[in-house]
């Protein structure tokens, strides 16, 4: 990343109905697509320059929020854009009141730790969290559940 930060990405809120580009994208790195059309999970498209650089996503319970779905694309990956994102995320979970966010991951739980999450034992998080279907899923066995606090 020659030394500067990437810029902070601009969300653009995906309608239910606008979430085919999210899907392909979830797909393509293998990531589960299974209930993103649904109403719960809010998603953002996130775009530096008007070129879209990868999508995220919050569940918003009460105080609690789960951190869904968050891919960079391709050809913009390991330039500091997914943890642009997260931060644009956590952000928008604070403006919302909420004070812990939850993640599962199989295969990024250390760019995670980077960001000051925590791992966690999944019967840590609220009952709330774990009956969404970010936790329900069928997984391998592999995955890392985490948890941060927002200030």
């Known amino acids: 990343m020659n030394g500067r930060r990437p810029p902070i990405p601009t969300a653009l ?10 899907a392909a994208a979830l797909a393509r790195a293998g990531l589960p697509t299974g209930d993103i059309q649904s109403d719960g999970p809010m998603f953002w498209r996130f775009e530096n320059e008007d070129v879209p650089v990868g999508f995220g996503g919050l569940q918003i319970f009460g105080d609690q929020a789960l951190l869904r779905s968050v891919v960079t694309l391709p ?3 390991k330039r500091g854009i997914g943890s642009a ?3 644009v995320l956590e952000t928008e979970a604070r403006a919302l009141h909420c004070r812990v966010m939850w ?7 250390s760019f995670f730790t980077q960001l000051g999450y925590r791992a966690c034992e999944r ?5 709330v ?9 069928p997984r391998s066995g592999s995955e890392t559940c985490l948890t941060k606090r927002l200030g």
């Open 13 to 22: 809120p995906l309608a239910v109905w606008e979430r085919d580009g999210l």
């Open 75 to 77: 050809p913009v990956r």
């Open 85 to 87: 994102i997260v931060t």
């Open 103 to 109: 993640a599962v991951t199989e295969s990024a739980a």
């Open 123 to 127: 019967d840590e998080a609220p009952d």
């Open 129 to 137: 969290i774990r009956t969404t279907g970010e936790f329900t899923r």
